[in-house]
């Protein structure tokens, strides 16, 4: 498949991205990401591998759209879970997520 990516053309196939991307270890998730065999990888990390291109070159979105186009699984960024730093807090948040009792 033909796609651009930092206004340059890329003829990419799927089995292409797997070998580019055999023996890479991922880096840690920060944001958007793709699952390649069974490994999620950061967006711009595999964007710098297929391409050989400095990450400020391109955007997350153009590689998302480019792996999405060949078939690979894309997630948005994981959300950051926020706890309170007081532990009475955050027993209160606990008990409200899971609900009142029902009193009869």
Do not use: N, W
């Not at 023996?23 to 840690?28: A, I, R, T």
């Amino acid at each position: 498949m033909r796609c651009v990516i930092a206004r340059f053309p890329f003829d990419l196939t799927k089995s292409t991205v797997l070998d580019s991307m055999k023996g890479v270890k991922p880096e840690p998730l920060t944001g958007p990401s793709v699952i390649i065999g069974r490994r999620h990888y950061p967006v711009k990390q595999v964007g710098a591998v297929i391409t050989r291109q400095d990450r400020r070159d391109f955007s997350a979105g153009e590689v998302l759209r480019a792996m999405a186009q060949l078939g690979f699984t894309c997630r948005s960024a994981p959300v950051a879970a926020t706890m309170p730093s007081d532990p009475a807090s955050a027993l209160q948040m606990a008990s409200a997520m899971l609900g009142s009792p029902l009193r009869g």
